[in-house]
């Protein structure tokens, strides 16, 4: 059973960082392409950030230096850098395989940015 844990989340102010983790177990996810998710309150889950199962990542301008992600096969673990968050960013971020989502979803980890 393939099992997905994010954490890393929390209370940021305006303009910082924080960095999401999300560990896989019951799976080697190297043969992959991962994706970094959200929902915020009252809205859909919908993409944030891809990484395709070599590492590189393909994500729109307007995420590109405010959002990195990198994965580490052996560690079956991938990461989300989040710089110069904003409220807006405020969300349970999730992880997954890239579309479609094939495993069962974790807990997510909440994002919050207030001053």
């Given at each position: 059973?393939?099992?997905?844990v994010?954490?890393?989340?929390?209370l940021?102010?305006?303009?910082?960082?924080?960095?999401?983790?999300?560990?896989?177990?019951?799976?080697s996810?190297?043969?992959?392409?991962?994706?970094?998710?959200?929902?915020?309150?009252?809205?859909?889950?919908?993409?944030?950030?891809?990484?395709?199962?070599?590492?590189?990542?393909?994500?729109?301008?307007?995420?590109?230096?405010?959002?990195?992600?990198?994965?580490?096969?052996?560690?079956?673990?991938?990461?989300?850098?989040?710089?110069?968050?904003?409220?807006?960013?405020?969300?349970?971020?999730?992880?997954?395989?890239?579309?479609?989502?094939?495993?069962?979803?974790?807990?997510?980890?909440?994002?919050?940015?207030?001053s």
């Amino acid at each position: 059973q393939v099992q997905l844990v994010e954490s890393g989340g929390g209370l940021a102010q305006p303009g910082g960082s924080l960095r999401l983790s999300c560990a896989a177990s019951g799976i080697s996810f190297w043969g992959f392409a991962m994706a970094w998710y959200r929902q915020a309150p009252g809205k859909q889950r919908d993409l944030v950030a891809t990484i395709t199962n070599g590492g590189s990542a393909n994500n729109p301008d307007s995420v590109k230096g405010r959002l990195n992600i990198t994965r580490d096969n052996a560690k079956n673990t991938m990461y989300l850098q989040m710089n110069s968050l904003k409220p807006e960013n405020k969300a349970v971020y999730y992880c997954n395989t890239y579309l479609p989502p094939r495993w069962p979803w974790g807990q997510g980890t909440q994002v919050t940015v207030s001053s």
